[in-house]
């Protein structure tokens, strides 16, 4: 009786735990994303093995996570990695800053927008990289031109962004902040940068992405680390498994950013009513 | 006490929205503004808010004439207007951000208490229904006790029983605080139920056709002889056929 009651039991649980399997593991939406690149990837590896494409210039990828995990184990990977980090952070936040408080200043104020606005939207104008020899005249090669060029593409966006969003606030809302006669300091802060948060995190986003291109950039104007380096360095020494490696490092590195970014500001923005956006 | 004298509004295209309206509203009164579509309400309201400035004509609050907005008048909105990254709590005490925080919680707590939402002090704008918000709006505007609170058709969008419950709960809060109430309404029957006083303006340009006082006693019932003769008075300053119910 206790056995069969026991047995019982164990039945339920174990049917209870296959369910929880099923809704947890059973095609869960994001598996849906792999599928094709996983595909890719066997193609590719039959390819080559098969003979139909030149493994010296096109490395199946079992080539490409040799190269991978050898990066990795030697710690190279972790240096280069940590070295365009440091760039795409410091970049990041100086142009993240600047951008934020030009794109606050501009919009709240229309005469620092007219004074301001055209003479920003002009050099907005110049690409980016163009500044490079300049920068390189000022600040030298190293480190503190590479940052400076991250920051003035990450600049643009934020400004953009903040400018925009603030001037698309609902002048009903702001309206409230004059009923109760707040300062204009008053109404920056409490009505119209809160409205413009939602599209300040966005163009946040978009900044950082542009931070990672511009990273590139700097990093083939001449670098002794950084995943910039084994990209030109797997060109000049023809290791296209590096540059490949490389290349991955870069998709990771990017996308886990830009999820941390998403996870640190999801918070700020649990008041919103939108359909539930994804990463 | 506010006078409103020979107020004007001449909008930037050109339209004539109020022309010469005087008005003189006793403190602890509650005033119903009442007119066809487009016939100046909101302009005045706005103007008594100091949202706009008037093109000829002062107000004065107690003999002190204004310009701009001011400490002692509140405003709701059409809308509830709350804004949606603050916590109701939040928003009611949106205008109290100069009160230390114990005395500031304190008034938010009762403020929402007193409009019957003290359950949904935590909760986002969005989670709350129209007519919840719009009682976190009357709080908000409350919380901060003007002397003088001009509603602009605050229960227009909201179904008939939440606007009677809604109706009720303003005619305690008046009756509790003796804040001067000025409020605009399309509605004949709400302006009967709750003013000692109704405006009718007209348009083109907006001017003051009638000014009636209802001097029926609380509660009000429309069944009371008094309520159907103040009720073709009005209709008839409106302009509007008076219908007659048989039943
Ligand atoms: N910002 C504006 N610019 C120009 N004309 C305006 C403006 N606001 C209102 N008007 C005009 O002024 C007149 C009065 O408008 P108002 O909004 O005060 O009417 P209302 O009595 O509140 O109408 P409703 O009952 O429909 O809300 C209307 O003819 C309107 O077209
Ligand atoms: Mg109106």
Redo the contacts with the bound molecule.
């Keep these: 009786m206790t056995d069969a009651f026991a047995q019982a039991s164990l039945a339920d649980r174990a049917g209870k735990a296959a369910a929880r399997f099923r809704l947890t593991f059973h095609h869960p939406a994001w598996a849906y994303g792999f599928i094709l690149p996983v595909a890719l990837a066997i193609a590719w590896e039959l390819a080559v093995r098969a003979g139909l494409v030149q493994a010296r210039l096109m490395p199946p990828p079992s080539r490409v996570a040799e190269t991978l995990y050898g990066l990795l184990r030697s710690g190279d990977l972790l240096t280069h990695s940590a070295a365009t980090l440091t760039r795409v952070g410091s970049g990041f936040v100086i142009g993240a800053v600047a951008g934020t408080l030009a794109g606050a200043f501009c919009g709240a104020s229309p005469a620092a927008r007219r004074l301001l606005d055209p003479m920003i939207q002009a050099l907005r104008a110049i690409p980016s990289i163009a500044w490079v020899p300049l920068f390189i005249l000022w600040l030298g090669i190293f480190e503190n031109s590479k940052i400076m060029l991250i920051a003035v593409g990450v600049f643009f966006p934020v400004y953009l962004g903040v400018l925009g969003a603030i001037a698309s606030v609902d002048r009903k809302l702001v309206e409230v902040g004059r009923a109760f006669r707040l300062s204009r300091a008053g109404l920056v802060f409490r009505i119209l940068l809160p409205a413009a948060l939602p599209e300040w995190i966005t163009a946040l986003r978009s900044g950082l992405g542009l931070g990672f291109m511009f990273v590139v950039a700097a990093e083939f104007m001449g670098a002794s680390e950084g995943l910039g380096y084994l990209l030109v360095d797997g060109q000049q020494l023809g290791k296209p498994d590096q540059i490949l490696a490389a290349i991955l490092a870069f998709a990771v590195l990017g996308k886990t950013c830009d999820a941390a970014l998403v996870l640190v500001t999801t918070p700020l923005l649990a008041w919103q009513d939108r359909v539930r956006d994804r990463l | 006490m506010l006078v409103v004298d020979a107020l004007s509004?001449l909008?930037?295209?050109g339209?004539?929205?109020?022309a010469r309206v005087s008005l003189t509203i006793e403190a602890g009164s509650f005033v119903m503004i009442t007119?066809?579509?487009?016939?100046?309400?909101?302009?005045?309201?706005?103007l008594i808010a100091g949202l706009?400035q008037a093109s000829f004509g002062t107000i004065a609050i107690d003999g002190e004439p204004i310009s701009g907005t001011h400490p002692a008048v509140g405003v709701v909105f059409?809308e509830p207007r709350l804004l949606p990254w603050l916590s109701i709590a939040g928003n009611v005490g949106f205008g109290l951000t100069h009160l230390p925080k114990g005395e500031r919680r304190a008034r938010v707590a009762e403020a929402l208490r007193r409009v019957g939402l003290a359950e949904q002090a935590k909760r986002w704008p969005r989670e709350l229904s129209g007519g919840q918000q719009q009682r976190a709006a009357i709080a908000r505007a409350l919380v901060a006790e003007p002397k003088i609170l001009l509603l602009?058709?605050p229960f227009s969008a909201l179904d008939a029983l939440t606007r009677a419950d809604l109706q009720d709960q303003l005619l305690a809060l008046w009756q509790e605080s003796k804040t001067t109430l000025i409020m605009?309404t399309?509605d004949v029957e709400e302006a009967l139920l709750l003013a000692d006083r109704v405006v009718v303006?007209r348009?083109?340009p907006?001017h003051v056709v009638a000014d009636l006082d209802i001097a029926l006693a609380r509660p009000r019932l429309r069944s009371e002889t008094g309520f159907e003769t103040n009720r073709r008075a009005l209709l008839a300053a409106l302009d509007r056929p008076s219908v007659h119910l048989e039943f």
Excluded: N, P, V, W
Aim: aromatic letters at 4%; a neutral charge.
């Design positions: 509004k909008y930037a295209d339209t004539q929205a109020l007119g066809k579509s487009g016939c100046g309400k909101t302009t005045l309201l706005r706009d059409q602009d058709e605009i399309h303006l348009s083109q907006g």
